[in-house]
Every structure is written in C-alpha cells, then in structure tokens.
C-alpha cells in the first residue's frame, strides 16, 4: 500500500518520535530521516517517515484529503 | 485543487489529445496509482485515444508463486509468520497463509515492520516476510539491524521499468512513475529511460495533471522527467534510507510473476547478517519444497495483466471462477491488484 500520511512531529525520543496527524498522535520510527526536530512536518508510511514536509505541502495534502473525502 | 482548475487540466488533456491524434499508452507502476484511477473514473475522464495502462506495480502481486509457497511452508512446519495484510489470503499450490493459519500456523498480520519486532517477545523465532520496493526494504533494513529473521523477497522496482521497456507487443509511451519508491531514489534515476515521465502524487488532481503533462511531453517531442509528487520527492530522493537497503542487501538474480528473471532486481541479506536471513536459517525445510508446483492456477492470467498485456477482464477467470471471495491469483488477492481493483470498480 502506497498511502502516505504527513504529520507533525510534537515529541522525540531517540529513533521514534510522536507524531501528530491532525489530532491522532502515533508513535512512528523515524530512523529514516535525518535532522528531525519538533514542529517538522514528515510524510509516514507502514509506521515509518519516509520524507520530511514543509508545513505548506503537508496541510496543502490535508487539504486534498479532506476535499476528496467526500468524492 | 480547486474545481475550475481541475476542470482547465481535463480541457487541455483534450485538447492535447487531439492534437496528438494517435493512440497514446501511458502507463502507471504504482498499486496506488490503480486504485486512484479507478476510484476517481480517470479513465473515463481522459479521451479515448489515451489509455491508461495498468503496469506491475503491486508488490503482492509480482512476488513470485516460489517465495509465496516457502513462506507457507516454513509457516506450516511451525515457523511463527509475520507479513503485511494483503499477503495473507494469496493462494499457493500448499495454501494460503490464511488457511496455514486455520491449520494452527501463528500468522501475524501487522501494518508495520515494527510490530513483528514487538512480537518477538511472544515469538522469539519469528520470521517477517519481507516483500515490497524501495519504499518498504529500507524499513526492513531497520528491523534486520535490530535483529528480525526475514524472509526477503523484496525487489528493486527501476530495472521492472526498464525490462518493460524491452518486451516485444508492449507498447508504452510514458511513464507515470511511483511516488514513494520516488521518495526514496529521487528522480534521477529515471533519466537513465529516454521516455516521457512524471512522477505522480496519489490524489486525482495530481494523476491528471501528471496525465496532462506526460501529454504535453508527447505533443511537444520531449522526453523528460518530471516530478508532480515534489511535496514528497527531491531529486536526489532519500539518501538515508536509500543507503541502508545496501548497508543490509545485495542486489541480486530476482524473480518476478510475469518478467520471469531480471538481474539485480532483488534484494538478498548481506553476508554480514546471515545470522538473520530465513533462507538460510530455515535452508533444511526451504530445500525439501516441490516448487515444481509453484505455478499459477490453470487459465489464470496474472503474468499477463501484471505487465499490461491483457487486461482484467480478458482473463477466462475474471469474474466467472475469480473473485475476491475465490481468488485464484494475486492480482485479486491484493488490494492493489488490477483485478481486485477492476472488480471493485462502480465505473463512475
């Protein structure tokens, strides 16, 4: 499965780090990426962030989501 | 995207379309991708001399009927299994691993490579079948590094592409190429093909403006690569992750459902972590398989409509026999298999 999530980086703790998807907080690996801080934006897939994500990308997919939701 | 924009791209796809004239096969290698199309009707939105064609993008799907009945096997010798969801129901001559599981086999379905490290606690000697491209072998690189057995049968989806390229009666003009395996090796990679690419983000606004600008390539003799998916695809992808597929695996011989054998397509565990490699942990039952078996089921057409040379519903089984209540290959087994999807179509 393809699907990719982006959230908001809210907590770390060493390889994992709490991620916020836009109201539900998991706990993803983020050994992937480098140079991870909080308020960073990443893409998520299987549990994992596979790429980082500027703020705008991610709500612009958020936004697409929502839109398609309905569709 | 706003309505009126997506209604602009559909008017210049036609308008493209009709300047080109001829008959135009884009094709798309993403399971994802499939499912977009089919969900939104892009099909039947793009003019009739554009086809879009349903390439071997489903990882379930391309697996080789060899790895699916060893992993049943080894399920059914005792080995406790972990494996993504889709892999669960797909048949082989010994079963499915979901019937192995109503034998008494321990099958865990998990969502991420990080569950089957977990559940190690309960289950110590617990192998995680390992299937998937780019996106997916960096995550079991990590799990291996930690210490999980894996069965690999992971692949490296850039030489499908260009093996596709040289089959005789398969015509592609371009490429809509995968998001996150892009994710991880970036776009240039895909210069190596001199044919139309883009590389697409999985919303329907993105797969028809990808439409629209593999089009546009073609109307104007082009021959690039183009990145639809940039909010998630840099040019030179994900370094870390694409380094550690070959801190942990060789690019070896792989097979695939449909192409047969590809060279350095498959990702076999490095010497350095044998102590955690399946096919060697487990060699004594894995050598004692009758893979003389290991076939698809009679007038199943799998092979061909994973490379795009028949379609679904030219399949003897589609719907008659096959179904996803009776699947009698991958392509129906797995969510993004193009007879799973095709069946599930509303065709809106």
């Not at chain 2, 009707?41 to 697996?63: A, F, H, Q, S």
């Not at chain 2, 009927?65 to 059914?76: G, K, P, S, T, V």
């Not at chain 2, 076999?268 to 972590?273: L, Q, S």
């Not at chain 2, 040379?309 to 179904?323: D, G, M, Q």
Request: net charge positive; proline share 5%; charged share 25%.
């Amino acid at each position: 499965m393809c699907l990719a999530f982006p959230g908001k980086i809210i907590k770390i703790n060493k390889d994992h780090a709490s991620v916020d998807f836009g109201g539900i907080v998991r706990d993803i690996n983020i050994l992937l990426v480098d140079d991870i801080k909080i308020g960073d934006y990443v893409n998520v897939h299987a549990g994992f962030a596979v790429q980082k994500m500027t703020r705008k990308d991610a709500n612009e997919v958020l936004k697409l989501f929502s839109e398609n939701a309905g569709r | 995207m706003p309505d009126a924009r997506i209604k602009k791209i559909i008017k210049e796809i036609g308008n493209l379309a009709r300047s080109i004239g001829r008959k135009v096969n884009l094709m798309e290698v993403c399971g994802t991708h499939t499912q977009t199309a089919s969900r939104y009707g892009i099909r039947k939105i793009i003019p009739e001399n554009i086809k879009l064609v349903t390439g071997p993008g489903c990882p379930v799907c391309i697996t080789p009927q060899e790895d699916i009945d060893a992993i049943i096997n080894l399920a059914l010798a005792g080995v406790p299994i972990a494996c993504y969801g889709d892999v669960l129901r797909v048949p082989g001559f010994y079963g499915s691993l979901d019937q192995a599981r109503e034998k008494g086999a321990f099958v865990k379905e998990v969502y991420s490579v990080e569950e089957a490290l977990s559940c190690r606690k309960e289950k110590p000697e617990l192998v995680f079948f390992g299937i998937g491209f780019e996106t997916t072998a960096p995550m079991t690189a990590v799990a291996i590094k930690e210490g999980l057995t894996v069965y690999s049968a992971h692949r490296l989806f850039f030489p499908a592409m260009e093996a596709l390229l040289k089959i005789k009666g398969l015509k592609i003009d371009g490429f809509i190429c995968p998001g996150h395996v892009s994710t991880v090796i970036g776009s240039k990679p895909y210069r190596k093909l001199k044919i139309p690419q883009v590389i697409s983000g999985f919303e329907p606004e993105d797969m028809l403006a990808s439409v629209y600008l593999l089009l546009k390539q073609i109307a104007e003799g082009r021959a690039e690569v183009e990145n639809e998916y940039s909010r998630s695809v840099m040019p030179d992808g994900n370094p870390r992750a694409y380094n550690l597929i070959f801190e942990v695996f060789d690019a070896a011989e792989g097979t695939w459902r449909g192409f047969g054998s590809i060279p350095s397509s498959g990702l076999e565990i490095k010497e350095k972590y044998s102590a955690f490699d399946a096919k060697i942990k487990y060699k004594d039952i894995l050598s004692k398989i009758d893979f003389s078996k290991s076939k698809l089921s009679t007038g199943c057409r799998c092979a061909q409509v994973i490379l795009g040379l028949e379609e679904s519903k030219e399949c003897p089984l589609f719907k008659r026999v096959c179904h996803p209540g009776n699947p009698k290959g991958p392509c129906m087994v797995s969510t993004e298999g193009a007879c799973y999807i095709e069946f599930n179509s509303t065709g809106q």
